[in-house]
Structures are given as C-alpha cells and as structure tokens.
C-alpha cells in the first residue's frame, strides 16, 4: 500500500508557473504508476497526466500538453507536475493517484476508477 501526500499548490497569475510535488510513502514505489487529476467546484474530477513506473512514458490531457510536465524521482519517492503557462481554467484541487498497473493497462484509460490510492489535494488557484 502506498500514501500520497501533495504539495506545492498557492496563488499564481494567469501565465505564470507552479511545480507540485507528490510524496508517497512505501519501498515498492517505483513500481506505481502514477497520475495527477484535478477538480475544480462543480465539476467533475478529470485526468491531468500520468507517468510510468519508471518515468519513461507520459500521457497528457489534451488540456494541457504543451504546457505541463509530469515527471517522478524514484529515490525520492516523488512525482512532480510542472504547470507553465497557467490560465484561470486550470484552477482546481489538484490530486495524486497511484495504481500498481502495468502502462499498457493505463495508457489511453485516463479514469478515475483506474486508480487505487489518493492524495488529500492541494489547491492552485490562478488570477486572470
């Protein structure tokens, strides 16, 4: 089992970056492949982006390719969201989710039911 805690999220204005962090707990990390998703108040909780237990594969929201970064370091037991170019519809509450798939299993299935393990979220908001 593994627990996820994010952070990183705060105030920042339309176009400008935020890096969010998600720490995980667990020997067996490196062998998750994990996912950001967000939701934003009267909405539903959508897909962000998704890495691989390694780190060598990606998989974007067309929402957001171009602009966001997912990456992970395994010795840290940590994947990050680098969010550049920020608009004000990318404001939500950010989570991390883990799941012990293999990516063939994952790749193309951006649902929230896929994954097992949630973070608490953390909050971006962006000012226009």
């Known amino acids: 089992q593994v627990q996820l805690v994010e952070s990183g999220g705060g105030l920042v204005q339309a176009g400008g970056s935020l890096r969010l962090s998600c720490a995980a707990s667990?020997?067996?990390?490196?062998?998750?492949?994990v996912a950001w998703f967000r939701q934003a108040p009267g909405k539903e909780r959508e897909f962000v982006a998704a890495?691989?237990?390694?780190?060598?594969?990606?998989d974007y929201a067309d929402s957001v390719k171009g602009r966001f970064t997912i990456s992970r370091d395994n010795a840290k037991n940590t994947v990050y969201l680098q969010m550049n170019s920020l608009k004000p519809e990318d404001a939500a509450l950010y989570y991390c989710a883990a799941n012990r798939k293999a990516w063939r299993a994952v790749v193309g299935r951006p649902y929230v039911a896929e994954y097992d393990y949630w973070g608490q979220g953390t909050q971006v908001t962006v000012s226009s």
């Open positions: 890495v691989s237990w390694g780190g060598a594969n990606t």
């Open positions: 667990g020997r067996t990390f490196s062998s998750y492949t």
